[in-house]
């Protein structure tokens, strides 16, 4: 019913895929991230774009992802898009060497949730990256 694929960034209808879902799934709520920076999944329902994922080298945690956004176009909820793009992302973090997978919530209980689910922890980053009231995960990848 729904297939995930990686998706070649440097493809000008890619991006504007990938920029349409994040107009989508985050309207004004975060900054358009730099599509041609990292990896980029693309998850489809039939011929349709409904959801996306990128990872990042973080520049916070030492040899490990950042797990920059993920969005799901709300008729899909529910349906364990999230957790699938995550288990993506953490297969290329491992082929590539990687030691975690991190990321951070901030008002979000649906995204937080999920990832518990897909095993991530909370943690205190050295230096934290965002906003006081901001959640921190990481995940090992071995």
Do not use: K
Not at 24 to 36: E, G, N, R, V, Y
Not at 60 to 71: E, P, Q
Request: glycine share 8%.
């Amino acid at each position: 019913m729904y297939r995930i694929r990686i998706v070649d960034a440097s493809d000008d209808d890619v991006v504007d895929t990938l920029s349409d879902l994040h107009q989508l799934t985050f309207f004004d709520t975060a900054a358009m991230p730099q599509f041609d920076f990292g990896a980029w999944w693309l998850a489809y329902h039939g011929d349709d774009a409904i959801a996306f994922a990128g990872v990042v080298p973080s520049t916070y945690a030492r040899n490990s992802g950042y797990f920059s956004r993920v969005g799901v176009v709300q008729r899909h909820w529910g349906r364990g898009l999230q957790r699938r793009l995550m288990r993506a992302v953490e297969a290329r973090g491992r082929r590539i060497g990687w030691d975690s997978i991190v990321s951070d919530t901030t008002s979000n209980p649906v995204s937080a949730n999920n990832f518990i689910q897909a095993g991530y922890r909370l943690y205190e980053p050295e230096v934290p990256w965002a906003w006081s009231h901001t959640l921190y995960w990481r995940r090992s990848l071995h």
